[in-house]
């Protein structure tokens, strides 16, 4: 494979690479085929940032709350078994 | 999300509850209820299943704190006591899906918005590209509107990504204890996070854009 930095990739492709090149999981040479395509692609780096968006998102979802009269009857259990 | 402090109080939770500590357990609940419930969901078809697994979960763990000898960190007994118990639910209930979902290889976004391979010039690249979101973190991404939506996304999911997904970016794991507690490959879990995460953000996608293809 060349890394000469020439963009060879296609942005169809790109979508199904934006995980491991999120995750760096990555080759360096697969990665420097990204980032040249990246370089040059506005529209997959519109994508990348979403792709980030997406998963900052992802950590805001609220908590469910926990019913206090569970932690009550998991705390019978405890002290039953003393 | 949660922040993952080290488990340097692990080896005395294994002690304390031994010792019938009473706060102690009070603590383990408290830290770890509203991440168990929300993985108990992914197989369970109401709440109120969800939260009868979590406490057969809390119960279980009571039974059998003797025998965990600490090869795994403590979080990591506790979510696969879990996950066990919530996989045979499903089952019984007859809920349960092939756990491996990798077979079909759906695209992340849909074909025709590229340009086709024969295309002259730019063959695979974008003919219908994405729209900014804008940049402000606090944008309408977190919205309540967005954040329910992203939530009805997960739940669409078939439910090895939705665990994945639930484990990786809702609570924030990192990838080594996800594939531990699911017990799947990193290779698996990369898969099956991609699919996930490529599913929501078409969602929120599809959500300020709903004319899209």
Redesign the interface.
Known sequence: MTTTGVDDL????F??L???YL?G?MSASERARVDAHLAG?S??T??L???R???????????????PK??D???G???A?? | MNSARPGDEEPTFKRALEDRDERAFVELVTRYQSQLLRLALVHCRSYAVAEEVVQETWLGVLRGIERFEGRSSFKTWLFRILVNRARTRSEIEGRSVPFSTLATDEPSVPADRFLGPDHPEWPGHWSVPPQSWGSSPESELLSKETLELVDQAIAALPPAQRETITLRDVEGWSSDEVCNVLGISETNQRVLLHRARAKVRAAIERHFDPDLP
């Open positions: 296609a942005c169809k492709d979508v199904e934006v995980t491991e995750e999981t692609c529209f997959c519109t994508y940032d979403q792709m968006q997406t998963i900052a998102t992802l950590g805001h979802l609220p908590a469910s709350t926990v019913d569970a932690l009857a998991l705390l259990a405890f002290r078994k003393r």
